[in-house]
Each structure stands twice: as C-alpha cells, then as structure tokens.
C-alpha cells in the first residue's frame, strides 16, 4: 500500500479497514492522517514508512497497541 499527499491531504482509515502488512506514505507540502483504532492488522503486524517534505504524517493507534517509530521528516512532522 502505497499513500501519496502532494499540496494536500490524504485520511486513511476512517472505520474498519485492512491495511497491508507494508505501508509506504510520500507526503510532500501536504499531510498525512492514519487511524489504526479500528483496523484488521494482518498477521504480524504493519510496517509503515514514512517519508515526509514540508508536511506531516499522522499515526493514531489504539491504547495498548506496541508501536514503533522510525521515518525521515525534512522540515516538517511525523
């Protein structure tokens, strides 16, 4: 799963959803908002990596969900 914002904004997750075990996220001079709280996880888990360029990447995981973070963010948020 590959999720692109370029000058805007891309939500994923609103609701149940099943995303892949790899997530890959390009957010350039836009944002980026993820919600896990009511994702199908595969088995093992998903990875996410995120590279953010004058913008933002945003996680919201459940409470009580391990999570690990790792990306690149050149003058902007992850």
Same mark, same amino acid.
């Given at each position: 799963m590959f999720i692109i =914002?370029?000058?805007g904004g891309q939500k994923t997750g609103k609701g149940p959803?099943?995303?892949?075990?790899?997530?890959?996220?390009?957010a350039l001079f836009g944002?980026?908002?993820?919600?896990?709280r009511e994702a199908q996880l595969p088995e093992g888990g998903t990875r996410i990596t995120s590279w953010t360029l004058f913008g933002g990447?945003?996680?919201? =995981?459940?409470?009580g969900m391990p999570v690990s973070v790792?990306?690149?963010?050149?003058l902007g948020g992850t």
């Open positions: =914002a370029v000058f959803w099943r995303p892949e075990s790899k997530v890959r996220t390009l944002g980026i908002d993820m919600d896990f990447t945003r996680v919201v =995981a459940p409470k790792s990306g690149l963010s050149l």
